[in-house]
């Protein structure tokens, strides 16, 4: 069997798994704003949504790139899979229960799962083909995540999000009549159905996944089995993409986790108009952008193009943060094209020419996720702190964009450290 052939039904089946952490990542800007409502939180309360999520990354990562060390890519998957699947069952009590604690459990679980799924899957791609095509395939494949990317805020947007907004009076008046729980209660149900297709297809995946063969990928060449330990940060490159990567996932969560409070904020847009065109218009071109960054890096290396998206967000977020009516809105709108081959471009150069440590590595940089649940907390803060001010929270993710720039100009170069 030839090596295309060996290694093309593994890449379907993994591929596909890119699909539910865009799920997870990409309903929470749907959930923010439905919880918000449901669960009367605050700004900064709301963002701990993010926060549950993102870390579990942070405490997830390094177990999950032991584990798969020791164990391999396929229980790796398996286990992730059971880990996802459990979280999203448990939305099912904690909607009955309308616990907003109990939320964030049910979204840590999901995105324990969802961390081992990641930890696995972006290396075990890269390790399906010829290393100088690495970043290329990286990309393919999350161009499904950018599928995912804007189905999820769509079906999130239409499944759970009422179209219901009352004021604060209206709510008080609501409480003393004494059907404020009722409202509440019907508004958390929503979630119930969503998460329960999710799950079933979680244990279809399970089942696929247990009866395929799965390769893993290839040998180091030197036959020299690494520990797992801190010592892969010794490689610049690996240390400097985990800070990259850091500041753009903090980036990409607090670009679309509030933009749907951005739009209410910017021109009074209704939460299912501000969800549908998030999911229609900015995550489409999140998924465009997946696809025709993989057909540039043909032409351009990955850290160049990398670099002039990460100057484009910038100008664009400049003008969401500063400008006024739609012009704000359609430039934040514009972020995501750009962001689309952030992850996967700043992956690859941070595992390049690691050998058998890509598995080590890899962990270590889907650790540095983390990030995504530091930003957002710092935009709720500003909103709350400005009265409801979010559009000026946008200078946080523009800063990050900047960090990206520097990585891409001078911390990508693959420097010959000797092996240990």
């Given at each position: ?45 709301s ?24 164990y ?21 009590p ?39 095509t ?22 999130g ?39 329960l ?142 962001m ?70 001078k ?10």
């Amino acid at each position: 069997m030839s090596k295309s052939n060996k290694y093309l039904l593994p890449f379907i089946l993994v591929t596909s798994l890119f699909f539910l952490w865009a799920f997870l990542h990409n309903t929470n800007p749907i959930l923010i704003p439905h919880l918000k409502k449901a669960c009367q939180l605050s700004d900064t309360q709301s963002a701990f949504i993010d926060t549950s999520v993102y870390v579990a990354y942070f405490m997830i990562a390094l177990p999950a790139g032991w584990f798969m060390h020791k164990y391999g890519y396929k229980k790796g998957i398996l286990f992730g899979l059971l880990l996802y699947g459990t979280g999203t069952l448990l939305f099912l009590p904690a909607a009955s229960s309308l616990h907003y604690s109990f939320f964030l459990l049910a979204l840590f679980i999901m995105a324990s799962g969802a961390t081992f799924l990641e930890t696995v899957a972006n290396p075990y791609i890269t390790k399906l083909g010829e290393e100088k095509t690495a970043a290329q395939r990286l990309n393919f494949a999350q161009s499904f995540n950018g599928v995912g990317a804007f189905i999820a805020p769509i079906i999130g947007g239409q499944l759970i999000l009422s179209g219901v907004e009352h004021t604060p009076a209206e709510l008080q008046q609501m409480k003393l009549a004494g059907t404020l729980d009722v409202y509440l209660h019907a508004e958390a149900a929503t979630v119930k159905t969503p998460y329960l297709v999710i799950a079933a297809v979680v244990l279809v995946l399970m089942a696929l996944f247990f009866v395929t063969k799965l390769p893993e990928g290839e040998k180091n060449n030197e036959g020299t089995i690494h520990s797992f330990s801190f010592n892969v940060l010794r490689y610049p490159h690996v240390k400097w993409a985990v800070i990259a990567q850091f500041f753009y996932v903090g980036a990409q969560v607090c670009v679309g986790s509030f933009f749907i409070r951005f739009s209410k904020y910017v021109v009074n847009m209704p939460e299912k108009d501000a969800a549908f065109k998030w999911g229609s218009i900015a995550m489409v071109g999140f998924m465009v952008g997946r696809f025709t960054g993989t057909f540039f890096m043909k032409y351009i290396k990955p850290e160049k193009l990398l670099g002039l998206y990460a100057v484009i967000n910038i100008v664009l977020l400049s003008v969401a943060t500063f400008a006024h009516n739609y012009i704000a809105v359609y430039a934040l709108m514009g972020v995501p094209f750009f962001m689309s081959i952030m992850f996967p471009t700043i992956f690859a150069l941070g595992i390049k020419g690691l050998g058998e440590e890509t598995k080590i590595a890899s962990s270590f940089i889907v650790m540095s996720i983390v990030g995504g649940a530091l930003f957002p907390l710092l935009i709720g803060r500003i909103s709350d702190a400005t009265h409801g001010n979010i559009q000026l929270g946008y200078l946080v993710p523009l800063i990050c964009f900047v960090a990206v720039a520097l990585y891409a100009w001078k911390g990508h170069p693959v420097k010959e450290i000797n092996k240990v």
